[in-house]
Nanobody, 124 residues
Framework: VQLQASGGGSVQAGGFLRLSCVAS????????VGWFRQAPGKEREFVAA????????YYAESVKGRFTISRDNAKSTTYLQMDSLKPEDTAVYYC??????????????????WGNGTLVTVSS
């Protein structure tokens, strides 16, 4: 199983980015996906999660109303649309897949597979 995250970059505050996470080696409808982020000197934190079907999504309070998670199982791809970006959103973003918990969740230990990180930098 491999997860490949992409789409990071540098933007100014108020800007937007869309991250993608492509999964391979796993049936698309057999896992939930979560996005986490880790800023320098800080612990990894939950950002958003989507259930295996895409019918439900969950967000950290810090991004609610600004970020949107979605998935296209036909493409084995999960997206994180990030709008109204703030400097405090600067971090390395990771996607993760959970086969044990099809609703995903906010705890990293619920996830079985992790992708590479993609760096998001938001300048003021």
């Amino acid at each position: 199983v491999q997860l490949q995250a992409s789409g990071g970059g540098s933007v100014q505050a108020g800007g937007f980015l869309r991250l993608s996470c492509v999964a391979s080696g796993i049936p698309a409808d057999s896992y939930a996906v979560g996005w986490f982020r880790q800023a320098p000197g800080k612990e990894r934190e939950f950002v958003a999660a989507v259930t295996w079907s895409g019918s439900k999504s969950y967000y950290a309070e810090s991004v609610k109303g600004r970020f949107t998670i979605s998935r296209d199982n036909a493409k084995s791809t999960t997206y994180l649309q990030m709008d109204s970006l703030k400097p405090e959103d600067t971090a390395v973003y990771y996607c993760a897949a959970s086969r044990r918990y099809l609703s995903g969740g906010a705890y990293p230990n619920r996830y079985d597979y992790w992708g590479n990180g993609t760096l998001v930098t938001v300048s003021s």
